[in-house]
T-cell receptor, first 112, second 113 residues
Framework: KAGVTQTPRYLIKTRGQQVTLSCSPI?????VSWYQQTPGQGLQFLFE???????NKGNFPGRFSGRQFSNSRSEMNVSTLELGDSALYLC???????????FGQGTRLTVV | KNQVEQSPQSLIILEGKNCTLQ??????????LRWYKQDTGRGPVSLTI?????NTKSNGRYTATLDADTKQSSLHITASQLSDSASYIC????????????FGAGTQVVVTP
């Protein structure tokens, strides 16, 4: 069974630009959550989607948004990028109701 | 204030030695606690899950303990190997309707030959 796939693996953007990250969950997993990981803050929860609806949301500004498609694939968008948005963005999928989340390799975003 | 505190922040141990990582939480209501291992540049991988009624659970050389009364958990690594070098993250789940997760900042373990 294929794992969680995130694309791209690495990304360099300039301040003010926007970026879209993609996450394909494990087959059969309908819940997808997104996390930002920085050395100073650790893992921080962005949002979770299930059945194309956002179910949970962390404390991030509105520049961070996401969506989920009918095939459970999810995208995360960050608009008006700031230097502080440089981080590893991780996506995790799980069976809704099951507590074990399986993480992807992450997308390393660098904002210059 | 983070509701999940991990200590130490980092540690260096010699190959073959044992070490213990700590996780203290104030998350309530409590559902379960997981330990994840994250290799550099990779996503976290679950090691163990502990529910309220469980005190100890092992996964190979990894043994997790939970004291739900004091809200403390530990992860013990026995006979460390170079491949144990990673960040270990404690994650606590609440029992509210959407099952939110609270993450610790992680303990960075470096095993040296």
């Amino acid at each position: 069974k294929a794992g969680v796939t995130q694309t791209p693996r690495y990304l360099i953007k300039t301040r003010g630009q926007q970026v879209t990250l993609s996450c394909s969950p494990i087959s059969g997993h309908r819940s997808v959550s997104w996390y930002q990981q920085t050395p100073g803050q650790g893992l921080q929860f962005l949002f979770e989607y299930f059945s194309e609806t956002q179910r949970n949301k962390g404390n991030f500004p509105g520049r961070f948004s996401g969506r989920q498609f009918s095939n459970s694939r999810s995208e995360m968008n960050v608009s008006t990028l700031e230097l502080g948005d440089s981080a590893l963005y991780l996506c995790a999928s799980r069976v809704w109701g099951n507590t074990e989340a399986f993480f992807g390799q992450g997308t390393r975003l660098t904002v210059v | 204030k983070n509701q999940v505190e991990q200590s130490p922040q980092s540690l260096i141990i010699l190959e073959g030695k044992n070490c213990t990582l700590q996780c203290n939480y104030t998350v309530s209501p409590f559902s379960n606690l997981r330990w994840y291992k994250q290799d550099t540049g990779r996503g976290p991988v679950s090691l163990t899950i502990m529910t309220f009624s469980e005190n100890t659970k092992s996964n190979g050389r990894y043994t997790a303990t939970l004291d739900a009364d004091t809200k403390q958990s530990s992860l013990h690594i026995t006979a460390s190997q170079l491949s144990d070098s990673a960040s270990y993250i404690c994650v606590v789940r609440t029992t509210d309707s959407w099952g939110k997760f609270q993450f610790g900042a992680g303990t960075q373990v470096v095993v040296t030959p």
